[in-house]
Each structure stands twice: as C-alpha cells, then as structure tokens.
C-alpha cells in the first residue's frame, strides 16, 4: 500500500491528485500517526523529518515534481530498476515514451524542436538514464541525437516497432512505437552524421514552397542547411528571400 504522510500542503495535493488520476490505491495519514501494517511506500516531502516504520521504501516528492514522485513510487512497488529510459520514434512530431523499469510512465507526440527540453526535464535527477532513438527519419533523429549531450544515447534498429494499429487507435503509432524503442539495447552513439540524398533535399524543398507565401522552394544549398539542422525552413525562407533578385517593380524574380 502507498501511505502519503506529509505536513507539506502541496506536496499532499500535488501527490494525491497524481495517484488519483492514475487510479492508484492509496491512503494518507497525520506524520506521527499509527502506520497501516500493509504499508509498503512511504511519500513524503524532500526534507521533511517522518519516522518510518521498517521495511517500508520511501520516496521525497518536491513540491514542484509530484509526478515524477508517483512515478517512482509506483515503479518500487512493481519491483522495477528503476532506470529511467526514453524512447524516442524520430519524425516532424516524434512519439516520446518514459520508462521506469519496464513500466510506461508518461507519452508525449511533440514537434522535433521540443524533444531535448523534455529530455532534460526527464532525466533531471534521474537513476542511470539512457536515450534509445530509432534509427528512421535520418535527418531529424541525426539533429535530436546532436542536441542531447548530457545522457547516453543508443541508436536502435526501429524495423517492425510500429505495431498493427486497430479500430480507434489511429494517430498512436509513433507513440506505441517509442515504446518499443525504449525496450531494445541499441548502439552507443554520441554524434551521427548524415549526408542528406536527393530526395530527402527535395521533400525539404518542397516543405518550402507549401510553406512560402509567394509558392517558390529555397535553394538546394539552403535545403542542405536544413536537413542539418543550421536552418530550420522559416530560417531559410527568409534567407532565400533576401538573396533573391527583384525585378523592377519590387517584385521577386521567379526566371
């Protein structure tokens, strides 16, 4: 059983409500009471002085964290490592999964430019973490692997970890496929270089020209500059913009 016995009034809110929306069983008692004999976890705030009864784990919570308190805790009780592990299914909006031990502990599907922030955020006091990242989507996977320097990195064969996805479960897939991610040793890596092929410069380019308000793809050399991340395509639209001749009336020159 999970025993909240804390006189810090957010750590008890921010706590409860976590187990609550998980629907975890749990009780809460005044520090000083008499502990439940089937207690098995102890929350209580980072800091506070609570005798606890032998044999029972215990996990501070910050007030700031309660999540990842309720995370920890359920991973004690399912016996798990431990270990924090990210999943990462690359793409434009790549499907992230957290793992503690073998246990899925929260999901995001964010764009590409938001993955180190919630890696750094996940891995902040964390027990030995790892980063496992699939192999696909080469240009976004090389530049997410660049911008995280603090945590191992493993590359992973991602062939078959997205999975059959059946009635009502569309737009999971990457998510689920993070998952799968997360559970395979892959390679340590710290760097992966890529030389962008002709097609992957031209799906660049023409992410451009949906994107330009006057319909016109930037450069080869510009799109280069994106798929290694030097530029992100608003970036080199504009530059493209700047480097492009007018004719006289002010008006772009489209040859």
């Given at each position: 059983?999970?025993?909240?016995?804390?006189?810090?009034?957010?750590?008890?809110?921010?706590?409860?409500?976590?187990?609550?929306?998980?629907?975890?069983?749990?009780?809460t008692?005044?520090?000083?009471?008499?502990?439940?004999?089937?207690?098995?976890?102890?929350?209580?705030?980072?800091?506070?002085?609570?005798?606890?009864?032998?044999?029972?784990?215990?996990?501070?919570?910050?007030?700031?964290?309660?999540?990842?308190?309720?995370?920890?805790?359920?991973?004690?009780?399912?016996?798990?490592?431990?270990?924090?592990?990210?999943?990462?299914?690359?793409?434009?909006?790549?499907?992230?999964?957290i793992?503690?031990g073998?246990?899925v502990?929260?999901?995001?599907?964010?764009?590409?430019?938001?993955?180190?922030?919630?890696?750094?955020?996940?891995?902040?006091?964390?027990?030995?973490?790892v980063?496992r990242?699939?192999?696909?989507?080469?240009?976004?996977?090389?530049?997410?692997?660049?911008?995280?320097?603090?945590?191992?990195?493993e590359l992973?064969?991602?062939t078959?970890?997205?999975?059959?996805?059946?009635?009502?479960?569309?737009?999971?897939?990457?998510?689920?496929a993070?998952?799968?991610?997360?559970?395979?040793?892959?390679?340590?890596?710290?760097?992966?270089?890529?030389?962008?092929?002709?097609?992957?410069?031209?799906k660049?380019?023409?992410?451009s020209?949906?994107?330009?308000?006057?319909?016109r793809?930037?450069?080869?050399?510009?799109?280069?500059?994106?798929?290694?991340?030097?530029?992100?395509?608003?970036?080199?639209?504009?530059?493209?913009?700047?480097?492009?001749?007018?004719?006289?009336?002010?008006?772009p020159?489209?040859?």
């Amino acid at each position: 059983m999970i025993v909240v016995a804390t006189e810090d009034f957010e750590v008890y809110h921010g706590v409860v409500n976590e187990l609550r929306d998980r629907g975890v069983a749990f009780t809460t008692i005044e520090p000083g009471d008499e502990w439940p004999e089937e207690a098995d976890v102890a929350v209580i705030a980072a800091g506070e002085s609570v005798e606890i009864p032998d044999g029972v784990d215990l996990v501070q919570a910050d007030p700031d964290a309660p999540r990842r308190a309720v995370e920890t805790v359920i991973s004690t009780l399912r016996g798990g490592d431990g270990r924090t592990v990210i999943g990462i299914d690359p793409g434009e909006r790549p499907g992230v999964a957290i793992l503690h031990g073998d246990m899925v502990v929260a999901a995001f599907q964010v764009p590409a430019a938001e993955i180190t922030e919630i890696v750094r955020e996940e891995v902040e006091d964390a027990v030995d973490p790892v980063v496992r990242i699939g192999d696909g989507a080469r240009l976004v996977g090389a530049r997410i692997i660049d911008e995280i320097q603090s945590v191992p990195v493993e590359l992973v064969d991602e062939t078959g970890t997205t999975p059959y996805l059946g009635s009502g479960a569309r737009g999971m897939g990457d998510v689920l496929a993070a998952v799968n991610i997360a559970r395979l040793d892959g390679e340590e890596i710290e760097s992966r270089t890529i030389e962008p092929t002709a097609g992957e410069l031209q799906k660049i380019k023409d992410r451009s020209r949906e994107a330009s308000e006057t319909n016109r793809a930037i450069s080869e050399d510009l799109a280069r500059q994106v798929a290694t991340g030097a530029l992100t395509v608003e970036e080199a639209l504009a530059e493209h913009d700047r480097d492009s001749p007018t004719d006289d009336e002010g008006e772009p020159d489209t040859g």
